[in-house]
Nanobody
Framework: QVQLVESGGGLVQAGGSLRLSCAAYGTIFSINDMGWYRQTPGNERELVAVLSSNGYINYADSVQGRFTISRDSAKNTWYLQMDSLKPEDTAVYYC???????????????WGQGTQVTVSS
């Protein structure tokens, strides 16, 4: 079994910062892509940032220059540092990962439980 556990999030004023963490546990051989999505009521989940195992990073245009994704490979953990937050960043944030497991089936897409980020104006 694989489990992704998120932490961080909360309420912050516009211009403030928050850091989200996501830790993956279980039958993990390796993690290929890891990243973050967010979702607001009535809308589809949208990509915020992705970090590939080869170091490739992609950010949504709306967060470029304000958010930073990073990882600690030894801990199977990755982070989303969110600076200069805006009210429009308010959403439920989900971490995800494309994982190669040690058991069959080996390909696995994992999702975190979601954490609320609220930015007040």
């Amino acid at each position: 079994q694989v489990q992704l556990v998120e932490s961080g999030g909360g309420l912050v004023q516009a211009g403030g910062s928050l850091r989200l963490s996501c830790a993956a546990y279980g039958t993990i051989f390796s993690i290929n892509d890891m990243g973050w999505y967010r979702q607001t009521p009535g809308n589809e989940r949208e990509l915020v940032a992705v970090l590939s195992s080869n170091g490739y990073i992609n950010y949504a245009d709306s967060v470029q220059g304000r958010f930073t994704i990073s990882r600690d490979s030894a801990k199977n953990t990755w982070y989303l540092q969110m600076d200069s937050l805006k009210p429009e960043d308010t959403a439920v944030y989900y971490c995800y990962a494309e994982i190669i497991r040690t058991i069959l089936p080996r390909d696995y897409t994992g999702w975190g439980q979601g954490t609320q980020v609220t930015v007040s104006s």
